[in-house]
C-alpha cells in the first residue's frame, strides 16, 4: 500500500461477484480500484473509511451486478467515473484498455503502436498488470501476441472465466472486435473458474 494513495482514498467496501469478492476503493473524484482478494499487486491494507453507500462504490456495485447478470449490461460497459492513481503512461495505457469492447481481444504490442510507441510493448505490459480496476478496465481482453492467455494479475482462471462470460474465445480477434461476443455468441458461465485458486 502507498501513501499516497492512502492520502487519497475517502471509502472503501467490499463487493461480492460470481468471480469472488472485490475491495472497492474510491476517491472524491470516481472509483480508484477494484480488486480481488490475493491478486498480484493489491494495495493491501487500506486506511479509508468503510462506507458502501460512497456514491462511486455504489454505482460500481450496481453496474457489475448488471455486467454478470445479461449481456446487454456488458456490451453497454461500465460508466461510473474513475480515477485511478499511476503514473502518466499507466493512465494511458488503462484509456487504452476501457476503449476495448465487450469481445474484443488485442495484444501487447497493439497497444504500443496505438500509443505510438511500437518498441514499448514491455512496458505496456507491466502497466496492463498494474490495472487497479479489475473488470471495469478491462485488463482480461489483453492476450499475448499467438493468443496465449498470458498474465492475469487476478488468475488466469478468472481471466478466462471472463472471456468466456463475453462470449470471446482464447486467439480469436486480436484487436478487431470479431469475437463471439461481438457477433452474438452464448457465454459460458463464470461460476466454473470462479473455484479454481487466483494466481497471487
Known amino acids: 500500500m502507498t501513501k499516497t494513495l492512502d492520502n487519497v482514498l475517502v471509502a472503501q467496501a467490499r463487493l461480492a461477484t460470481p468471480l469472488g469478492t472485490l475491495t472497492a476503493a474510491a476517491t472524491a473524484r470516481g472509483l480508484a480500484g477494484l480488486w480481488f482478494d490475493g491478486q498480484k499487486h493489491h494495495p493491501g491494507r487500506l486506511a479509508a473509511p468503510v462506507d458502501a453507500h460512497n456514491t462511486f462504490i455504489a454505482q460500481a456495485r450496481r453496474e457489475l451486478d448488471a455486467w454478470f447478470s445479461d449481456t446487454p449490461s456488458r456490451r453497454r460497459g461500465f460508466a461510473v467515473a474513475l480515477d485511478p492513481q499511476g503514473t502518466p503512461f499507466q493512465r494511458e495505457v488503462w484509456r487504452l484498455l476501457r476503449a476495448l469492447r465487450c469481445g474484443e481481444q488485442t495484444h501487447y504490442g497493439e497497444l504500443a503502436r496505438r500509443l505510438g510507441r511500437p518498441q514499448a510493448a514491455r512496458a505496456v505490459g507491466a502497466a496492463v498488470g498494474r490495472n487497479p480496476l479489475a473488470i471495469v478496465v478491462p ?10 492467455l498470458t498474465g492475469y494479475a487476478g488468475g488466469l482462471p478468472r481471466k478466462q472465466a471472463l472471456l468466456e462470460l463475453e462470449g470471446g474465445r482464447t486467439g480469436a480477434s486480436h484487436g478487431t ?16 473458474a470462479a473455484a479454481a485458486p487466483a494466481a497471487a
Open 139 to 148: 485488463c482480461h481482453r489483453v492476450l499475448g501476441r499467438d493468443g496465449s
Open 177 to 192: 472486435g470479431t469475437g463471439r461476443a461481438a457477433r452474438g455468441g452464448r457465454a459460458a458461465s463464470p461460476t466454473r
